[in-house]
């Protein structure tokens, strides 16, 4: 039978909620999945909307693309986070930081670098996934105040439990994918 949990935010505790996942369910009995509407989305398409929203907010100020290139990289939690570059699933600190990572890759797809000297913590900034509006926000399971990215990521993330060949292949139908 398939089962899903809802993700709390997990911080610090990323790798003790997945430890525990992985003890109760088993080591390759669970999957990333987003739920919006009636469907479920492929952990990567969910993690795309999550940085569609970030390339929207920039296509929609372009002085915000411009700020952000006056800068040598951005980090969301830690500094060393920037060793991720663009892999969003290289998560090298305990605390998972999406933000970044979408930043870097929606520079790629305007065409813009970084060129300053100065790194960007993207808390407190315009950036953070807390200020960047989703821009799908009615697939939002519960939106904070300002419809953000955050509460996609934080709502619409579930942990697929599928124990059994069967309920794996199910699973797979279910999901639109990538």
Excluded at 35 to 59: M, T
């Amino acid at each position: 039978m398939l089962d899903f949990i809802p993700v709390p935010e997990l911080g610090k505790n990323r790798d003790k909620f997945l430890a525990k996942v992985t003890r109760t369910v088993g080591k390759g009995n669970w999957f990333w999945v987003f739920a919006a509407k009636n469907k479920l989305y492929s952990w990567e398409w969910g993690i795309q909307f999550y940085e569609d929203a970030f390339y929207e907010f920039l296509r929609r100020d372009i002085n915000l693309l411009k700020n952000i290139c006056s800068y040598s990289d951005v980090y969301m939690i830690n500094r060393f986070d920037t060793g991720s570059g663009l892999d969003y699933k290289k998560q090298l600190q305990r605390d998972e930081h999406y933000a970044d990572i979408a930043l870097r890759r929606c520079m790629i797809r305007f065409g813009v670098t970084f060129k300053g000297k100065n790194i960007l913590d993207l808390n407190e900034t315009p950036y953070s996934q807390n200020n960047v509006p989703f821009h799908l926000p009615h697939l939002i399971r519960k939106p904070d105040a300002n419809k953000s990215v955050r509460s996609w990521l934080g709502s619409n993330r579930f942990i697929a439990v599928a124990n059994t060949v069967e309920d794996q292949a199910k699973l797979s139908e279910l999901l639109i994918k990538w």
